[in-house]
């Protein structure tokens, strides 16, 4: 059988596409804390008084997923590279 008609999800594109987006992914309940308190709450909001100022907590979380995502599409990048060079 040919496999040349047959999209493969291990390419430069996939990895490219997670590199970009594993920044956002870390960041994500930073910028959504940010700006649902700035909207809602006012300048004094904190974890006290309004419930977007704990969003930034959960970047425990989403730091090292984020990361993770970063070196897995790396990886990906870099394999499809050679093998589209190969």
């Known amino acids: 059988m040919d496999n040349?008609?047959?999209?493969s999800f291990w390419s430069v594109k996939t990895g490219a596409l997670?590199?970009?987006l594993a920044p956002l992914?870390?960041?994500?309940?930073l910028l959504i804390g940010a700006a649902g308190a700035a909207v809602f709450c006012g300048?004094?909001?904190n974890e006290a008084n309004c419930g977007?100022?704990?969003l930034p907590w959960f970047?425990?979380?989403t730091i090292?997923?984020?990361?993770?995502m970063f070196i897995v599409g790396l990886v990906v990048f870099?394999?499809?590279l050679v093998k589209k060079i190969n």
């Open 59 to 61: 970047m425990f979380y």
């Open 4 to 7: 040349q008609g047959k999209k």
């Open 78 to 80: 870099i394999a499809a």
């Open 43 to 45: 300048p004094g909001a």
């Open 64 to 68: 090292p997923a984020g990361a993770l």
């Open 25 to 29: 992914l870390a960041a994500a309940p």
């Open 18 to 20: 997670a590199m970009l």
């Open 52 to 54: 977007f100022g704990v």
